[in-house]
């Protein structure tokens, strides 16, 4: 049997909204969480997804992400969001946190209305929330308790930025610590947990230690989470508690939120937890002496994930290549000397080309690089990221001029198609001439592909040195505290 007495804390740290209904449920923390200006909330959105940790994890189904302000939790949030399909067209998205202001027995579920942010209406799916509601009496509605509430509201932007098709949520709010009461609030959720919905889990971490407690104190509770075991997780944050650690108040402020969900996945198979982003608002605020931790933790079904994670995920014909390479000829030629894109008729291409996929443009003129611009998300089909990155790399690239129409008939093309990213603890799983290497720190980002070691003849210290200098901008040994990732490529050229 285990006791945990929990105790909640604050963690303080569509273009226009449409009309409001009676119900609906207005921002509470606009302005300061995150900006009420629907055109600054978009320009930070798009600076924190920039800056996040790329997708590497496939066959997501719930992620747990920080509610902190976004200026010191943004870009670990958008992280976690990285990691689900923004084209995929969920049914319903569960958002769940734990109540701030307010403890309770069981969950409430805002079934009243719509919740509205900067960006719009964001829809609650009433009909199902309602029949949550009145399935078990460990669920209630009580808007006062959503109402001064953040943990659900600062997730929403970011779902409504970065998905692509409509979606609905329920929003539900833990008012308990009670271990009775979570597993019977995993029972009610559990029937949900599908392939068509989204679980969204809002938890920041440790609350107030010092930079180095924090650190330590939540890379063990993430372990704990990792093993997807609630058990598991109740030990080790009384563990923390009994360590005294000084001026810890938590280890995890959503811990009813989590230990509810784990109750609802530790016994399914397959499915694992995988860690994406650390940080913690020292590394905003330079203040190490007090702090508030940050995890981006992705769930996902590993039975579905394709076991050559590191392989490239499209086998191309000659005929997929000779097409791409004729868009990025044609989309080239035409852009420099009238600054159109052509259209494209896609009514022959394979279902393989039209998937998506991100890959990169290079241009070289004898053989030496002239341009070279890519996509890792893949957001666009893949003849869509050719076209784009065939304008990029002839206009875009900031270490050369803009392509002249007198360079255009020098010009060589080569495509680089790439596989998903995977994450690496070791530089050691590098393989010269298999492998690009992808690396961000903080705010900063570089790549090379993998062709770049072939045509260079470095060694795998030269490799990853040059890119943290010369790409990423963090110096030549950067890359040792930087996430390191790699991937392949296929690799074709006009050059036969």
């Given at each position: 049997m285990?006791?945990l007495?929990?105790?909640?804390?604050?963690?303080?740290?569509?273009?226009?909204p449409?009309?409001l209904k009676?119900?609906?449920?207005?921002?509470a923390v606009?302005?300061?969480?995150?900006?009420s200006?629907?055109a600054?909330l978009?320009?930070m959105?798009k600076?924190?997804?920039?800056?996040a940790t790329?997708k590497s994890?496939?066959n997501?189904?719930?992620v747990?992400?920080?509610?902190?302000?976004?200026?010191?939790s943004?870009?670990v949030?958008?992280s976690?969001?990285?990691?689900?399909?923004?084209?995929?067209?969920?049914?319903?998205?569960f958002?769940?946190?734990a109540s701030?202001?307010f403890?309770?027995?069981g969950?409430?579920?805002?079934?009243?209305?719509?919740?509205?942010t900067?960006?719009?209406?964001?829809?609650v799916?009433?009909?199902l929330?309602?029949?949550i509601?009145?399935?078990?009496?460990v669920?209630q509605c009580?808007?006062?308790?959503?109402?001064?509430?953040h943990c659900?509201e600062?997730?929403?932007p970011?779902?409504?930025?970065?998905l692509?098709?409509k979606?609905?949520?329920?929003p539900?709010?833990?008012?308990?610590?009670?271990?009775?009461?979570?597993?019977?609030?995993?029972?009610g959720?559990?029937q949900y947990?599908?392939?068509?919905?989204l679980?969204?889990?809002?938890s920041?971490f440790s609350?107030y230690?010092?930079?180095?407690d924090a650190?330590?104190?939540?890379?063990?509770?993430a372990?704990?989470?990792?093993k997807?075991?609630?058990a598991?997780l109740?030990?080790?944050?009384?563990?923390n508690?009994?360590?005294?650690?000084p001026?810890l108040?938590?280890?995890l402020?959503?811990?009813?939120a989590?230990?509810?969900f784990l109750?609802m996945?530790?016994?399914?198979?397959?499915v694992?937890?995988?860690?994406?982003?650390?940080?913690n608002?020292?590394?905003?605020?330079?203040?190490?002496s007090?702090?508030v931790g940050?995890?981006?933790?992705a769930?996902?079904?590993?039975d579905?994930?394709?076991?050559?994670?590191?392989?490239?995920?499209?086998l191309?014909t000659?005929?997929?290549?000779?097409?791409?390479l004729?868009?990025?000829r044609?989309?080239?030629?035409?852009?420099?000397?009238?600054?159109?894109?052509?259209?494209i008729?896609?009514?022959?291409f394979?279902s393989?080309?039209?998937q998506n996929?991100?890959?990169?443009?290079?241009?070289?003129?004898?053989?030496?690089?002239r341009?070279?611009?890519?996509k890792?998300m893949?957001d666009?089909?893949?003849y869509?990221i050719?076209?784009?990155?065939?304008v990029s790399s002839?206009?875009?690239?900031?270490?050369?001029n803009?392509?002249?129409?007198?360079?255009?008939?020098?010009?060589?093309?080569?495509?680089?198609?790439?596989?998903?990213?995977?994450?690496?603890?070791s530089?050691?799983?590098?393989?010269?001439?298999?492998h690009?290497?992808?690396?961000?720190?903080?705010?900063?980002s570089?790549?090379?592909?993998?062709?770049?070691a072939?045509e260079?003849g470095?060694?795998?210290?030269q490799f990853?040195?040059?890119?943290a200098?010369?790409?990423?901008?963090i110096?030549?040994?950067?890359w040792?505290k930087?996430?390191?990732?790699?991937?392949t490529?296929i690799?074709?050229?006009?050059?036969?």
């Amino acid at each position: 049997m285990f006791n945990l007495i929990l105790f909640s804390s604050s963690c303080n740290s569509q273009d226009k909204p449409d009309k409001l209904k009676s119900g609906d449920r207005k921002p509470a923390v606009a302005g300061q969480f995150y900006p009420s200006d629907t055109a600054k909330l978009r320009s930070m959105l798009k600076e924190m997804f920039a800056k996040a940790t790329p997708k590497s994890v496939n066959n997501v189904f719930a992620v747990i992400c920080p509610h902190a302000g976004y200026v010191y939790s943004g870009i670990v949030a958008a992280s976690s969001y990285n990691q689900v399909d923004p084209n995929k067209e969920f049914k319903t998205i569960f958002v769940i946190g734990a109540s701030h202001h307010f403890m309770f027995d069981g969950a409430s579920i805002y079934n009243k209305g719509n919740f509205i942010t900067p960006l719009g209406t964001v829809e609650v799916d009433t009909a199902l929330a309602n029949k949550i509601v009145n399935s078990d009496k460990v669920f209630q509605c009580n808007p006062d308790y959503h109402n001064p509430d953040h943990c659900i509201e600062v997730q929403l932007p970011f779902l409504q930025y970065y998905l692509k098709k409509k979606f609905k949520i329920v929003p539900i709010l833990l008012g308990t610590g009670d271990i009775t009461l979570c597993k019977k609030i995993a029972a009610g959720l559990k029937q949900y947990m599908n392939d068509e919905n989204l679980f969204v889990i809002s938890s920041d971490f440790s609350h107030y230690p010092s930079y180095i407690d924090a650190v330590s104190n939540d890379k063990n509770t993430a372990n704990a989470i990792i093993k997807n075991d609630p058990a598991e997780l109740i030990k080790v944050i009384n563990s923390n508690a009994g360590k005294k650690i000084p001026l810890l108040e938590t280890s995890l402020c959503g811990f009813d939120a989590v230990v509810s969900f784990l109750y609802m996945t530790e016994k399914i198979k397959d499915v694992k937890v995988k860690e994406i982003k650390y940080s913690n608002s020292g590394d905003v605020t330079k203040d190490s002496s007090s702090v508030v931790g940050y995890w981006s933790l992705a769930f996902c079904n590993d039975d579905k994930t394709k076991s050559g994670n590191d392989e490239a995920e499209f086998l191309l014909t000659e005929k997929d290549k000779t097409d791409l390479l004729k868009i990025a000829r044609n989309t080239l030629n035409t852009y420099i000397k009238d600054g159109t894109k052509p259209v494209i008729n896609t009514s022959d291409f394979s279902s393989t080309i039209k998937q998506n996929c991100g890959a990169f443009v290079t241009l070289k003129i004898n053989g030496e690089l002239r341009g070279c611009i890519g996509k890792f998300m893949p957001d666009k089909p893949l003849y869509q990221i050719i076209q784009d990155m065939a304008v990029s790399s002839s206009t875009e690239d900031y270490r050369f001029n803009r392509v002249t129409k007198d360079e255009l008939n020098k010009i060589t093309i080569e495509i680089s198609v790439l596989s998903p990213l995977k994450k690496i603890s070791s530089p050691d799983e590098i393989i010269l001439g298999k492998h690009g290497i992808y690396m961000i720190s903080g705010g900063a980002s570089g790549t090379f592909l993998p062709q770049v070691a072939t045509e260079t003849g470095w060694t795998k210290e030269q490799f990853l040195g040059h890119c943290a200098q010369d790409k990423a901008g963090i110096g030549w040994d950067g890359w040792k505290k930087a996430e390191l990732y790699v991937y392949t490529a296929i690799v074709f050229s006009e050059k036969k």
